[in-house]
């Protein structure tokens, strides 16, 4: 239960706010419009350098050889940058909440697994130099077979995209390739529906593509700090990530943000931080790095594409008796932050309607594509869009208006969701009410009267007898864990099943981090009940 | 490599730099001039937020030789204020929530005063057309169409 503190600073504080209704003024808009906002490239500094990345042309390749010899050489490069220079040139975004394996190298060392993957990066006296420098750099590459199709991905014989998963899935829990919901028995409400309606949905990769392209500048600050001007959206993320990958402590930086050309989820990667940072650690000059155009929409983390399989069982009347979801997301090469987007997907399923029956089986999935990321409710966007467009298929089927068909399966105050939480403040049908009234639809009476806060819970609060699958095999021995992942647990959650620890097997102590970011408590151990 | 001295109005105000051949007026105007109005959006003339006016007329700064500005006049939004006043383009924008992010604004209201200097009283589709060329990707369309036309009917579009 939230509680909250009103006896602290309670003579300070004014709780009649009553602002609803009335316009207040951004604290912001002034700047914008007179164009004194301040946005992380409006900063000129003395001396100022300018990096650029060599990307991949391939989307799987080994990488034989990098010969920089010629770019060392070409006027105005004052140093170039490679995976060895990279103090932890390996790193996974939310190894900072202690979720998932350092997976994605800052520049390429042995393979690129993607198309446009960062390789070398030059630091010139000018943008032209750099890419005059680039120019230069002579890659070997050794071109490996690539999968692109999620399905595809998931076969005997694919290729490995990334070694660190080398069954092409994130790993959950040490042990599972995928998200399980297990919700009573689907197929009980198969045999007992009237229709059963089975569709495969998908949605490709789309680009952000915020005004303001991705970038940074670092410099130099006195006391051995770094400052640092930057477009994300995550500053506090950003600042922790580059303290882990450059090995140093997190107060080595001052990083400057907040005003955003556009993000939508698109800058929360720390795509040039810790480069720009690298190159003026290196130099010892302040250093810009900002994406390009292209860059942006090529190689600029996309939100990810998801295929979807929805199989529904209907009664005549019009109650959806069962629910079986089977979806891959598209994570790309690298994990960044689809892992989080299934155990989201899983968690709204089987979207906002109490359904008695519900199975999902949601994969994260590596596949030679760009690496997909956040963007405006992601894990929850196309899966809606697919079972949306299913329920009024599923209306159509047993000849019900689409709204009304909507407000019958809808869920209500006190009844159970699939992932054993009482549903509260649901308001689904007044909604739909609502954009009925204004969309001039005429709805029956009944369903008019119909209220979220009636008629729920009772047997619908009820977790109905659930079969548990039987246990997969341990996880492969080439999946090394590193100092971000939780230690291994004894089996305290009766769901999913784990086996039993043999006797004698401690836990490992927690280990301290070999660096100078702080460690949060892991949000994904500690939530599960 | 050798550079060229360039001469221009810019806001009102002579300046003179030193370019080097085949850059850009949005490169001059931000890393030269010191004027960091003007926005690098994506450099290949499709998104219009380094929007400014040379001689009164729209152009893109990105897509513009900076040696072909010689003796003309270069109007950016550093300019639009009078003194401490807002332009009624800027007040208007602020009135009618007409920004989200900023960063597409000062080529918007580049954009918009060259419409309101050319034609006081626009129509709506007049509007449209006037900032088709700007791209706002928090979809703002209808609050910064809304806020010219305001600003127009106010009757004091130029300033």
């Known amino acids: 239960m939230l509680e909250l503190r009103k006896d602290i600073f309670a003579d300070e504080r004014d709780d009649n706010l009553n602002e609803i209704g009335k316009g207040t003024q951004r604290q912001d808009m002034l700047g914008h419009v007179t164009g004194t906002s301040t946005y992380f490239n409006d900063h000129k500094l003395q001396g100022m350098l300018h990096l650029k990345v060599l990307r991949s042309s391939h989307a799987h390749a080994r990488i034989r050889r990098i010969d920089t010899g010629e770019a060392e050489r070409s006027p105005g490069v004052r140093r170039i940058i490679r995976g060895a220079d990279v103090p932890r040139n390996l790193n996974t975004l939310l190894s900072l909440i202690n979720f998932g394996k350092d997976d994605e190298p800052t520049l390429a060392v042995d393979k690129v697994r993607y198309k446009g993957e960062p390789v070398v990066a030059v630091v010139a006296d000018s943008d032209r130099e750099a890419?005059?420098?680039?120019?230069?750099?002579?890659?070997?590459?050794?071109?490996?077979?690539?999968?692109?199709?999620?399905?595809?991905?998931?076969?005997?014989?694919?290729?490995?995209?990334?070694?660190?998963?080398?069954?092409?899935?994130?790993?959950?829990?040490?042990?599972?390739?995928?998200?399980?919901?297990?919700?009573?028995?689907?197929?009980?409400?198969?045999?007992?529906?009237?229709?059963?309606?089975?569709?495969?949905?998908?949605?490709?990769?789309?680009?952000?593509?915020?005004?303001?392209?991705?970038?940074?500048?670092?410099?130099?600050?006195?006391?051995?700090?770094?400052?640092?001007?930057?477009?994300?959206?995550?500053?506090?993320?950003?600042?922790?990530?580059?303290?882990?990958?450059?090995?140093?402590?997190?107060?080595?930086?001052?990083?400057?943000?907040?005003?955003?050309g556009g993000g939508f989820g698109g800058k929360v990667d720390t795509l040039t931080e810790p480069l720009a940072i690298l190159g003026a650690m290196l130099t010892g000059r302040p250093v810009r790095y900002i994406f390009?155009?292209?860059?942006?929409?090529?190689?600029?983390?996309?939100?990810?594409?998801?295929?979807?399989?929805?199989?529904?069982?209907?009664?005549?009347?019009?109650?959806?008796?069962?629910?079986?979801?089977?979806?891959?997301?598209?994570?790309?090469?690298?994990?960044?932050?689809?892992?989080?987007?299934?155990?989201?997907?899983?968690?709204?399923?089987?979207?906002?309607?109490?359904?008695?029956?519900?199975?999902?089986?949601?994969?994260?999935?590596?596949?030679?594509?760009?690496?997909?990321?956040?963007?405006?409710?992601?894990?929850?966007?196309?899966?809606?869009?697919?079972?949306?467009?299913?329920?009024?298929?599923?209306?159509?089927?047993?000849?019900?208006?689409?709204?009304?068909?909507?407000?019958?399966?809808?869920?209500?105050?006190?009844d159970m969701k699939a992932h054993r939480r009482e549903a509260k403040n649901t308001a689904l049908i007044e909604c739909v009410q609502v954009a009925a009234e204004k969309a001039k639809w005429s709805l029956r009476e009944e369903f008019k009267r119909m209220s979220s806060r009636k008629d729920g819970g009772g047997e619908r609060a009820a977790v109905p007898v659930t079969a548990t699958d039987p246990l997969k095999p341990a996880r492969p021995a080439a999946q090394q864990r590193t100092p971000y992942d939780r230690p291994p647990r004894p089996a305290a959650a009766p769901e999913p099943p784990r086996p039993t620890p043999p006797a004698g097997s401690p836990t490992p102590a927690p280990q301290p981090a070999a660096h100078g970011a702080i460690r949060f408590s892991s949000v994904f151990g500690s939530r599960r009940r | 490599m050798a550079k060229t001295a360039l001469?221009?109005?810019?806001?009102?105000?002579?300046?003179?730099?030193?370019?080097?051949?085949?850059?850009?007026?949005?490169?001059?105007?931000?890393?030269?001039?010191?004027?960091?109005?003007?926005?690098?959006?994506?450099?290949?003339?499709?998104?219009?937020?380094?929007?400014?006016?040379?001689?009164?007329?729209?152009?893109?700064?990105?897509?513009?030789?900076?040696?072909?500005?010689?003796?003309?006049?270069?109007?950016?939004?550093?300019?639009?204020?009078?003194?401490?006043?807002?332009?009624?383009?800027?007040?208007?924008?602020?009135?009618?929530?007409?920004?989200?992010?900023?960063?597409?604004?000062?080529?918007?209201?580049?954009?918009?005063?060259?419409?309101?200097?050319?034609?006081?009283?626009?129509?709506?589709?007049?509007?449209?057309?006037?900032?088709?060329?700007?791209?706002?990707?928090?979809?703002?369309?209808?609050?910064?169409?809304?806020?010219?036309?305001?600003a127009a009917s106010g009757g004091r579009a130029r300033a």
């Open chain 1, 131 to 260: 890419f005059e420098a680039l120019a230069k750099i002579r890659v070997d590459y050794e071109p490996l077979g690539a999968v692109f199709d999620v399905e595809e991905a998931l076969k005997a014989g694919a290729p490995v995209v990334n070694e660190t998963y080398p069954k092409n899935t994130f790993t959950y829990y040490e042990i599972y390739d995928h998200q399980k919901l297990r919700f009573g028995d689907v197929e009980r409400g198969f045999a007992s529906a009237d229709h059963v309606l089975e569709q495969r949905y998908q949605m490709s990769p789309i680009e952000h593509a915020p005004t303001e392209t991705n970038g940074s500048i670092a410099a130099p600050d006195t006391n051995g700090r770094y400052v640092v001007y930057t477009s994300t959206q995550a500053l506090f993320f950003s600042l922790d990530t580059c303290a882990k990958i450059l090995d140093v402590p997190s107060n080595t930086f001052h990083f400057i943000g907040g005003t955003v």
């Open chain 1, 292 to 414: 390009g155009r292209e860059e942006e929409m090529q190689y600029g983390p996309p939100r990810g594409a998801e295929r979807i399989y929805l199989k529904d069982g209907v009664r005549r009347d019009g109650r959806i008796v069962a629910r079986k979801v089977r979806a891959y997301f598209d994570s790309g090469a690298y994990t960044r932050l689809s892992s989080y987007a299934v155990v989201k997907c899983a968690a709204h399923l089987p979207g906002p309607y109490t359904i008695p029956n519900v199975y999902g089986d949601i994969y994260c999935v590596f596949t030679n594509r760009t690496p997909a990321t956040a963007m405006r409710g992601f894990g929850v966007t196309a899966m809606d869009f697919a079972i949306e467009c299913q329920m009024d298929k599923l209306a159509h089927l047993v000849g019900m208006d689409p709204m009304e068909f909507r407000i019958l399966n809808a869920y209500r105050d006190g």
């Open chain 2, 7 to 150: 001469q221009f109005r810019h806001n009102g105000r002579d300046v003179a730099v030193f370019v080097e051949g085949g850059v850009n007026l949005l490169a001059t105007l931000r890393d030269l001039v010191g004027d960091m109005t003007p926005k690098f959006g994506c450099g290949q003339g499709g998104c219009g937020a380094c929007t400014v006016l040379i001689d009164g007329d729209a152009h893109l700064a990105c897509l513009t030789l900076a040696e072909t500005v010689e003796g003309r006049s270069v109007e950016t939004l550093d300019g639009l204020k009078d003194g401490p006043n807002l332009h009624p383009l800027q007040r208007a924008f602020m009135e009618h929530f007409a920004a989200q992010c900023g960063y597409c604004t000062p080529g918007m209201l580049m954009a918009a005063k060259a419409l309101l200097d050319h034609n006081p009283q626009p129509s709506r589709e007049e509007v449209v057309n006037a900032i088709a060329g700007n791209i706002c990707r928090c979809t703002g369309y209808e609050p910064i169409i809304n806020a010219v036309l305001a």
